[in-house]
């Protein structure tokens, strides 16, 4: 009688010859990667070099003489790669395909795009913004979108995201980060995260965590001059470094530095923490083991740009250990800087060739060692399938938060009678057309009507909806909408509706408001769900991300609607 092999055996001996094989593509794969890496740089002029770490700014809507600009640059100075801007995405991907027949060497083709290439350009889709997302229990929802985002930066030919923003936004007054950020809460941050990062990952396009050391306690936009960061090094080393930490255990391929003046890390007065040799090269190569790309914010922004003269900026940043240099003032001017110091030795050949090839070796994963030119036909119908909407919808849904619902002021009933008041810059249209689509709805929108007041009273329920023409903006409700909102909610039950940072109602009393929903941004799919949630057809499941005042904070206060 034939004896059996143990079931655990071989499966045992099926898992070895798997690892085996993973090995042996892993070798291969690093040896391809080493062989074309080293290919590249061993034919290189010094001049070639230096060129690889400079990333210029690039625009598809702008005319041909920056078009003439940008193939000159490629040109004459062998730059590594571009940043796109603002444009459509068949104008992008037709310069994308001319800038690359031109190089030399294949370029690296990077965007802000944290939500969505519609952060640049026309005609794609836009998912919400990191607040909106950070109000959501299911990080998987996050994933998602991170993944979606990858998709369509794999189809116009963008190789880096500079994403996800990890700044843990504690300074409510931020005129910069504010909804950029996920939530003011370091885990909550770091979990939405590592779920962008993965899901963008995933399908190859690289991720560049910002903005090192932490741009979430400003109260200065770093575009403009040199914000402060007066935190102590243990709260820094504690909670913003905390997202960098995980993520770096979760490869996240590459880092922003930003322009900051943080006394706690760096003892030169007013040096930027992007020219901060001790930040870069100490902290987050040394220290925080970090290995990846090291890309500077931009060199144009104030925060940098006023320490040291054109030139010295690049020489100066790349001495403190980045290895991209973004949107320089004067790239042949940079250039020679860095040249000048290779030449006299202040910069060895050991640290050029390590960012060098830190670049190619990226580019080689993105798979530029074998580019493919950008299919310009059906882009736009590829960018904007059905699939978006049904994600964002599925967002909000997640995401709006019933704040208050004192004495079960939601949902609305039918037989109630209800009026709506506008408040706000922005379009109501498609909430307005959700809810009279199932309640009974009087519109008011004269506020400045002295009778208002006395023709409210005579309704059971007023739904009061703050809209803003720019969602993103953090700045306070104006007085006048405050006031307004104030008055009604002493005469009638009235329900606030807010589609914007919550943000903007740090002013507001609530004491006699019954229901405050929370929308978080000002789009048609937000409306109408949000109508949903207020005629009880959907479930509000989202949790603030970020404090309002005293009374509303991050899990305190808040009676989520059943």
């Given at each position: 009688?034939?004896k059996s092999?143990?079931?655990?055996?071989?499966?045992?001996?099926m898992?070895?010859?798997c690892?085996?094989?993973?090995?042996?593509?892993?070798?291969l794969?690093?040896t391809?990667?080493?062989k074309w890496?080293?290919?590249?740089?061993n034919t290189m002029?010094?001049?070639e070099k230096?060129?690889?770490?400079?990333m210029?700014?690039?625009?598809?809507?702008?005319?041909e003489?920056?078009?003439?600009?940008?193939?000159?640059?490629?040109k004459?100075?062998?730059?590594g790669?571009?940043?796109?801007f603002q444009?459509g995405p068949?104008?992008q991907?037709?310069?994308t395909?001319?800038?690359?027949s031109?190089?030399?060497v294949?370029?690296l083709?990077?965007?802000d795009?944290?939500?969505?290439?519609n952060?640049?350009?026309?005609?794609?889709?836009?998912?919400?913004?990191?607040?909106?997302?950070?109000a959501?229990?299911d990080?998987?929802?996050?994933?998602?979108?991170?993944?979606?985002?990858?998709e369509?930066?794999?189809r116009l030919g963008?190789?880096?995201?500079?994403?996800?923003?990890?700044?843990?936004?504690?300074?409510?007054k931020?005129?910069?980060?504010?909804?950029r950020?996920?939530?003011?809460?370091?885990i909550?941050?770091t979990?939405?995260?590592?779920?962008f990062?993965?899901g963008?990952?995933?399908?190859?396009?690289?991720a560049?965590?910002?903005?090192?050391?932490?741009?979430?306690?400003?109260?200065k936009?770093?575009?403009?001059?040199?914000?402060?960061?007066?935190?102590?090094?243990e709260?820094i080393?504690?909670?913003e470094?905390?997202?960098y930490?995980?993520?770096?255990?979760?490869?996240?391929?590459?880092?922003?530095v930003?322009?900051?003046?943080?006394?706690?890390l760096?003892?030169t007065?007013?040096?930027p923490?992007?020219l901060?040799?001790?930040?870069?090269?100490?902290?987050?190569?040394?220290?925080?083991q970090?290995?990846?790309?090291i890309f500077t914010?931009?060199?144009?922004?104030k925060?940098?740009?006023?320490?040291?003269e054109?030139?010295?900026i690049d020489?100066?940043?790349f001495?403190?250990?980045n290895?991209?240099?973004?949107?320089?003032?004067?790239v042949?001017?940079g250039?020679?800087?860095?040249?000048?110091?290779?030449q006299?030795?202040?910069?060895t050949?050991?640290?050029?060739?390590h960012?060098?090839k830190?670049?190619?070796?990226a580019?080689?994963k993105?798979?530029?060692n074998?580019?493919k030119?950008?299919e310009?036909?059906n882009?736009?119908t590829?960018?904007?399938?059905e699939?978006?909407?049904a994600?964002?919808?599925?967002?909000?849904i997640?995401?709006?938060?019933?704040?208050?619902?004192?004495?079960?002021?939601?949902p609305?009933?039918?037989?109630?009678?209800?009026?709506f008041?506008?408040?706000?810059?922005?379009n109501?249209?498609?909430f307005?057309?959700e809810?009279?689509?199932?309640v009974?709805?009087?519109?008011?929108?004269?506020?400045t009507n002295?009778?208002?007041l006395?023709k409210?009273?005579?309704?059971d329920?007023?739904?009061i909806?703050y809209?803003?023409l720019n969602?993103r903006?953090?700045?306070k409700?104006?007085?006048?909408?405050?006031?307004m909102?104030?008055?009604i909610?002493?005469?009638?039950?009235?329900v606030?509706d807010?589609?914007?940072?919550q943000?903007?109602?740090e002013?507001l009393s609530f004491e006699?408001?019954?229901?405050?929903v929370?929308?978080?941004?000002?789009?048609?799919i937000?409306?109408?769900?949000?109508?949903?949630?207020?005629?009880?057809n959907?479930?509000?499941?989202?949790?603030l991300?970020a404090?309002i005042?005293?009374?509303?904070?991050?899990?305190?206060?808040?009676e989520?609607?059943?």
């Amino acid at each position: 009688m034939k004896k059996s092999v143990p079931i655990f055996l071989v499966l045992l001996a099926m898992i070895f010859s798997c690892d085996k094989k993973q090995t042996k593509s892993n070798i291969l794969e690093n040896t391809n990667q080493t062989k074309w890496v080293d290919s590249i740089y061993n034919t290189m002029t010094l001049k070639e070099k230096v060129g690889q770490l400079f990333m210029i700014a690039a625009y598809s809507n702008k005319e041909e003489s920056h078009t003439d600009t940008i193939q000159k640059l490629i040109k004459e100075n062998g730059i590594g790669g571009l940043v796109f801007f603002q444009g459509g995405p068949v104008g992008q991907a037709k310069q994308t395909n001319l800038y690359q027949s031109t190089s030399k060497v294949p370029l690296l083709i990077a965007m802000d795009a944290e939500w969505g290439l519609n952060m640049r350009l026309d005609s794609t889709a836009r998912f919400p913004y990191n607040m909106t997302l950070g109000a959501l229990d299911d990080n998987d929802l996050v994933k998602k979108v991170g993944h979606k985002i990858g998709e369509h930066c794999n189809r116009l030919g963008v190789h880096i995201n500079f994403a996800p923003v990890v700044d843990i936004n504690t300074n409510s007054k931020n005129p910069i980060i504010g909804v950029r950020s996920f939530a003011e809460n370091k885990i909550n941050v770091t979990n939405k995260a590592i779920a962008f990062t993965e899901g963008l990952q995933s399908l190859n396009v690289l991720a560049c965590a910002k903005h090192f050391p932490g741009h979430g306690d400003t109260d200065k936009d770093s575009h403009k001059t040199l914000p402060t960061v007066s935190l102590s090094k243990e709260r820094i080393d504690s909670v913003e470094f905390y997202p960098y930490k995980k993520l770096f255990k979760n490869n996240i391929a590459g880092v922003m530095v930003a322009h900051l003046n943080v006394p706690s890390l760096e003892s030169t007065d007013g040096l930027p923490s992007s020219l901060s040799h001790h930040i870069v090269s100490d902290i987050l190569k040394e220290k925080l083991q970090f290995k990846g790309l090291i890309f500077t914010d931009a060199l144009n922004m104030k925060g940098a740009s006023n320490y040291k003269e054109t030139g010295d900026i690049d020489l100066a940043a790349f001495m403190a250990g980045n290895d991209v240099l973004v949107l320089t003032e004067d790239v042949s001017k940079g250039m020679s800087k860095i040249m000048e110091a290779y030449q006299t030795a202040e910069i060895t050949e050991k640290r050029l060739a390590h960012s060098v090839k830190k670049i190619l070796t990226a580019k080689f994963k993105v798979q530029l060692n074998n580019f493919k030119p950008i299919e310009t036909a059906n882009l736009i119908t590829d960018l904007n399938d059905e699939t978006n909407d049904a994600l964002n919808e599925e967002i909000f849904i997640n995401a709006i938060t019933a704040l208050k619902n004192t004495d079960k002021i939601l949902p609305i009933i039918k037989e109630e009678k209800i009026a709506f008041m506008h408040l706000g810059d922005g379009n109501s249209a498609a909430f307005l057309e959700e809810l009279k689509a199932h309640v009974a709805v009087d519109v008011f929108s004269d506020v400045t009507n002295k009778k208002l007041l006395q023709k409210l009273k005579k309704y059971d329920k007023v739904i009061i909806g703050y809209h803003r023409l720019n969602s993103r903006l953090t700045s306070k409700i104006s007085k006048k909408d405050q006031s307004m909102i104030e008055r009604i909610a002493k005469n009638n039950k009235v329900v606030l509706d807010v589609f914007a940072s919550q943000y903007c109602l740090e002013n507001l009393s609530f004491e006699n408001i019954e229901g405050t929903v929370i929308s978080y941004e000002n789009t048609d799919i937000a409306q109408k769900i949000s109508a949903q949630i207020i005629i009880g057809n959907k479930e509000a499941k989202g949790r603030l991300p970020a404090s309002i005042n005293n009374n509303f904070v991050t899990g305190k206060g808040i009676e989520i609607l059943n």
